[in-house]
Each structure stands twice: as C-alpha cells, then as structure tokens.
C-alpha cells in the first residue's frame, strides 16, 4: 500500500508538496481550515472587479530561468502570464526622478549606468553578482552533504553590507533598494541569499498573470485531484497524535481521526507546535527556538476600482519613495514608500505599502466589520498618505478612482491566516542562520515543513523548498530527475 500523506494548509507550498507526491503515487489528503485553497494567491470579487490578494508579479519564466523548470514541472506555464516592459519592467520614483529597470543583466546595468556613469563597473560587479547567486540555485538538489554550502554562505552574510561595499554613490544604492516591497529591507537581518535570488529572478524577466493567481492554486488543485489526491476545504486540524516519537495521526475540528505515515505542515512553524502540543519528542530547547523567531513586517493594500479610460494601463511596476526615506530601516507608522501595481485585464490598480502588526494590533480581538469607527478612519489615513505620495507620478489617479477598498495585516491574518499578516514569513537573519533559517525537519521524523517560512519566500522561494520538502520523502535523486525530465 502506497503511504498516506496528509498535508496542513493548501497555500503554495501545500499544493506543490501535494502535486509531487501524488505524482510518486502517494495518498494524499490536503487539510484546509478555510473554505479557499491558495492562501495569499487568492483573488477576490469587489462588485465586477476581481482583486489579487497578495500576489502581483513574478520573475524568471522562460526557458533557462530561474522558476521556469519548476512551473515546466508544476504544469502552470500553459496560464495567460504577460511579460512586463523589457526596456521598463519596475520604475523606480525617489522624489522627482525616474530610474529603469530593464530586463537582463547587461542592460540593466547599463541602463542605469547613463544615469551612474561613474558606477557603471560597480553595476556589473553587482549585476555579476546577482547572476552567479541565480546560477547556483539548484545546486541544493545535487547528491551530496555539501550541496548548498554556496547558499550557507551566502545566508550568513548581509545584504546590507555588500551593497555598501560594492556601490559608492548613495542615490544609486537607493535605487537598487527601490524595488523593496518584495521583501522586508532590513540593514541589521536580511541575509545576501534572500536579496540576491529574490533581485536576480526578476532582472531574468518579469511577468503578470490575467486573471489573477487564484488560477496557480486552482491549476494545482486540478492536477492533484487528477492524479488520486483529495482536497478537503473547511477542515482545521486541532492536533498531531504521535506515537514513540512518530505521527500516527491528525485529528480535525469535526472530530475526524485521519491517519497518516507523514504529515506535512504549510503552516507558521508556532502553529505546528501548538498542534504538537502533547508530544513528548518535542524537546523544550526546539520549542524556544521556534517561539523566539520573529516574522517580517507586513502590507496595506489599498485595491482601487477605477472609472474606465481615465487612467492609462502601464506594462510595469512603480515604486514611489521620499527623497528622504530611509529604505534600509525597519518598517515605521510613517509611509516611506508605495508600490503601484496595474491590472492587465481590468480598470483596477492596487497599492502597497509597509505595515507593522504593532499598528493594528489594538484591532485584533475585534471581529471583522466591528472594529470600530477609528479603525476605518486609520485606513482612510493610509490611504490618503499613499494617494500624496504618489499623485504626482499618476496626477490623473483621484480622478479615475471609483471606489477604494483596504486591507490590513489584521485582514491577511483572518483571510490567508498568516501569522501576524506577515507578507514575507519568519524573518531570517544573516547574523544567526542556524537559528533562523529553518530545514523542512521536525524532531518527529516524519513530520515535515513546507512554505514561506524556511528557506526563501515568494513563488520562486516557495517552489524551492517544496520540492526540498517533498525530496525527504522520495529523495532527491528521485525529485532531480523528474525535474530534469
């Protein structure tokens, strides 16, 4: 008999752990609390108006990229993605300037070395940089005990750092630190790994899907079913039974006993000790660990419902900073910065900017549409301080808007059940890697992670570590192949 999986949650990391076991033949049983599958993938329907919830643009698709083997393999390159202006794919806005980032590495390069003349070896060194990091990604998944030693490295230097030794001009570093709202810039922690892939796959290319991400999940969602597996919505998991040191079981909210010879959890790690919470082989040194790490920063959303043709379409991404902003420092009440992202299929642009739990923390008890009249006048506050931080890159955009709707870490927490609404999972630090950056293992040998939370976040992270998670399972040998396949 083929083992039974049973996996908890069904964001990203879930589904992709689901696809490649069922794939091997496994019983596989995906557990989801919430009526939805996709977690931050998820879409959602203002009026006419379909909105992403946390996903906005990818990098690295075609052929010889980065994500590319692992979409070919994920069966997900045949959806509508759009590619993003080569010449023009982010645009940086400090102030009253405007700086490009173009598609590739040499040309991105020089195409901020016309306005950096004097960097130009300096952009690169740093271009250079960022390449080898991509070029090595996969290097985790060859057989031997070394094999990510170059990412253990990298993991165990700073971001910061390097950026600073390696470009002189201060307005320059600026820029290179423009495009920060795909993960928490933060001098003291974030290691040089997770800045150099998350940069790189995107100087590969950078793409849009039409019609939301909602279509990644429900691809996978299709493929798993297709291939034996089952998919149960609605169904929390109150606890892991263990049995001499191993998972025997997962019991559900509806009372169900579900039986299981590997568990896999898609779920904050602080979550997974609380459904271990009865298990002897969870030591108390594990569990110091796993409660003292601490998650990044998350988002405010304002997702904006436009009248149709005032507002033209922009193949591209636009963040708009302070001239003053200090990008490098933790996230404060103040907006610093907004990321503007268009639709391709719809009259609709959301904005983003960084939030801290702290700032709606005081909400939280409180039932959503109960918050009270202070919590809606906060957002309305944010929303007008993202709208006069931006309204002179889009002058037309008060003109064009139809209606506004907000969304706070409170509500990433309620909808996708992020700890703490974290858009970029536990917050890894260059200076304690050991600590921070977690292995899909558990002390239960047969209980594994997957997500955001371990090794790299985003889509391109996330797949990653999928298939390090699956490849404990059926080994990597097995993974490398049909990846290669």
Known sequence: MSERVVIIGAGLG???????????????????????IGGCLQTFRRGTTLFDTGFHYVGGLREGESLHPLFRYFN??????????????????????????????????????????????????????????????????????AADFYSSSLFARSAYEYLTNTIRDPLLRQVLSGTSLKMELNRDTLPLYVFAQINNSYLQSAWRLRGGGQQIADSLAANIRSMGGELRMGTPVTDIEEHEGKAVAVHTGNGERIEADIVIADIHPQEVLRLLADCPS????????????????????????????????????????????????????????????????????????????????????????????????????????????????????????????????????????????????????????????????????????????????????????????????????TITKELNT
Request: with cysteine; hydrophobic share 35%; net charge neutral.
């Open 76 to 145: 997900l390159l045949h959806l509508p993605w759009q590619m993003l202006d080569e010449d023009c794919f982010d645009e940086v806005v400090i102030g009253k300037r405007r700086f490009a980032y173009a598609t590739g590495h040499e040309r991105f390069a020089e195409t901020l070395a016309a306005a950096f003349p004097a960097e130009r070896d300096s952009l690169r060194t740093y271009t250079h940089f960022l390449k080898e990091v991509g070029n090595h990604i996969y290097d985790a998944f060859l057989p031997r005990e």
């Open 14 to 36: 879930g589904l992709q752990c689901a696809y490649i076991l069922a794939k091997n033949g496994m019983q596989v049983t995906v557990l989801e609390q919430d009526i939805h």
């Open 282 to 477: 969870v030591r108390n040194i594990y569990k110091r660990r796993i409660q003292s790490l601490e998650d990044t920063c998350g988002m405010f959303t304002a997702n904006i419902r436009l009248k149709s043709g005032i507002l033209p379409y922009e193949n591209k991404n636009i963040f708009v900073h302070r001239p003053d902003a200090d990008l490098w420092h933790p996230v404060t009440t103040q907006t610093d910065s907004v990321m503007i992202s268009f639709y391709p299929d719809k009259d609709a642009i959301d904005l983003l900017t960084p939030m801290r739990w702290a700032d709606v923390a005081k909400w939280a008890d409180k039932p959503q549409g109960w918050r009270g009249e202070d919590y809606v006048d906060y957002k309305k506050q944010k929303v007008e301080q993202c709208l006069q931080l931006i309204e002179h890159r889009l002058p037309s955009l008060r003109s064009a808007i139809d209606h506004i709707y907000t969304s706070t870490p409170l509500t990433y927490y309620r909808y996708t059940h992020t700890h703490e609404g974290s858009a970029f999972g536990i917050r890894k630090d260059w200076r304690s890697p050991l600590t921070t950056v977690l292995t899909p293992k558990t002390p239960l040998h047969n209980v594994l992670l997957t997500g955001q939370n371990l090794n790299l976040h985003g889509l391109l992270g996330v797949s990653m570590t999928s298939v390090f998670t699956a490849a404990q399972v059926i080994g990597f040998e």
